[in-house]
């Protein structure tokens, strides 16, 4: 049960973190705790912060087709387009087998995939890289940068990434975001924040052009070092993309469930 408790605990980060990030961007913004759906939907352009994951343990076929029909209704009533997450484990097997054909009978469509992550893993030790020299994100303009690099690193407009963090004095204050500097370039981010007793890394990007030379785990564990030494805690969970899943095992992270993100087809 260990693996399915990791899953579990996967789950219910994503709807913390995504709580206090929606909440954020909108006071008014869409978050319910529905039966089986967690809705955390900012409805704004950053599609990250328009969310919606399945929330039972050990759902059937059945079940999860019902859900993944809600789920579309609820998205299809929206303004911006957004991801359904679907963290596999928690499906039975039927379920998981069953998945790809519900989907699209929900009128859902296959995004990207993801990985869950965890581990006991801090304190890390002080982090560098000779490249790069790392900066707390204190003022706009250090958001903003880091709100660009998102958006190019998974394709976005550079207008819909800055919806999604402009003007937030949360990102400022309370999260650990850092910039990963060449020079006065930034090029790389990361950011911890604290959930529930953990650290939870997210919205970690590197401009593709500076790819491959090691500043996405650099800036990474520089997010850790930095959330560890503030608040004391130890265990730290994350999502990885495809592209990222690869590069935090070497801090000390372990998979566990396996993901889908779909959007409305």
Known sequence: MADLADSVESMEQLATVWRAMVLDRDADADVRDLPGIAVRWADCRFAFWNCVTLTEVGADAALVERRLGEAAEIMRAKRHPGFLWVFEDLLDAEARAALPAAAERAGLAYAFPGTGM????????EPAHPDLTFVRVRTDEQLRAYADLNSRAYG?????????????????QEVHAYLGMRGDVPVTCAATVAADGRLFVVLVATDPRWERRGYGEAVTRKALYEGARATGLTRATLHATAAGAPVYPRIGFRPNSPMGFYGLG
């Open 118 to 125: 965890a581990g006991d893993l801090l304190p890390l030790p």
């Open 156 to 172: 976005f407009r550079l207008e819909d990434g800055r919806d999604g963090l402009a003007g937030s004095a949360l990102w400022k």
